[in-house]
């Protein structure tokens, strides 16, 4: 029967807590950095997809009645 070495038993639970303290270290450090990261974007006051989409909708309906106004201008100088 092989006994276990209390010396090695301890070191090896040492090990574990060590380890098992790490990793919450770095998940602590992972959620810390995205919470940064969220606040920073934020504050940049950034605008969403759906809003530019919008905008270049606005942009081509006027571009478009820019383009119909000026034939409309050029065929009424030809008259």
Same mark, same amino acid.
């Given at each position: 029967?092989?006994?276990?070495?209390?010396?090695?038993?301890?070191?090896?639970?040492?090990?574990?807590? @060590?380890?098992?303290? =790490? $990793?919450? @270290?770095?998940?602590? =450090? $992972?959620t810390a950095v995205q919470s940064r990261v969220r606040e920073f974007i934020a504050d940049m006051d950034l605008v969403e997809r759906d809003e530019v989409e919008a905008l270049r909708a606005i942009a081509i309906s006027a571009l478009e009645k820019v383009e119909a106004l000026e034939a409309r201008v050029e065929a009424l100088e030809k008259k």
């Open positions: 029967m092989a006994n276990t070495n209390p010396l090695l038993d301890d070191l090896a639970g040492l090990m574990t807590g @060590a380890m098992g303290a =790490a $990793r919450s @270290a770095g998940e602590e =450090a $992972r």
